[in-house]
């Protein structure tokens, strides 16, 4: 697969998974919580602030997405292996450890205020599952970008 044709695919993947983000933080948690407070209206004091907690741990996400998308238009130009991408990848590590502690934080919150459903609980252990697995991922890339492009402009010193 050439460079180009890679780097529309993840940019498709990449505005899907921006998609879905936004009907997300706007249908379906909305829904899903006006479903849970008609259920439980003693739980109504809690929707905004669950809702503008998800709408907070939206902005790593797109965070990211931005990221990924420069590593993608740095993809497209024949620079996969260079300087920025490496920093982006840090970045998109990072990202995703913030993540990881705002989700752990909400589950204390949520303990504090004896709020933490077992469902709730299963969510939050993916969510710290994944955002690990995604830091862990994106740090091991970031360190193997920036060693290839270590090598990368050495060899282009050479004649």
Not at 59 to 82: G, H, T, V
Request: glycine share 4%.
């Amino acid at each position: 697969m050439k460079q180009k044709e890679l780097s529309k695919w993840i940019k498709g993947i990449i505005i899907i998974a921006a998609v879905i983000g936004l009907l997300f933080c706007f249908w379906i948690v909305p829904s899903l919580g006006n479903d849970a407070v008609s259920i439980n209206p003693e739980l109504h004091y809690m929707f905004y602030p669950c809702l503008i907690f998800i709408w907070i741990t939206a902005i790593p996400f797109y965070m990211a997405l931005w990221k990924s998308w420069n590593i993608c238009e740095r993809i497209s130009s024949d620079q996969s292996f260079c300087e920025g991408n490496a920093k982006a990848l840090k970045h998109i590590s990072i990202l995703a450890l913030v993540e990881c502690i705002l989700y752990l934080m909400a589950a204390f919150v949520l303990v504090l205020c004896n709020l933490l459903h077992p469902g709730i609980l299963l969510i939050i252990l993916f969510i710290q599952f994944a955002g690990i697995a995604i830091a862990v991922v994106a740090a091991t890339l970031s360190h193997l970008v920036k060693k290839a492009s270590d090598i990368k402009a050495e060899n282009d010193l050479t004649i």
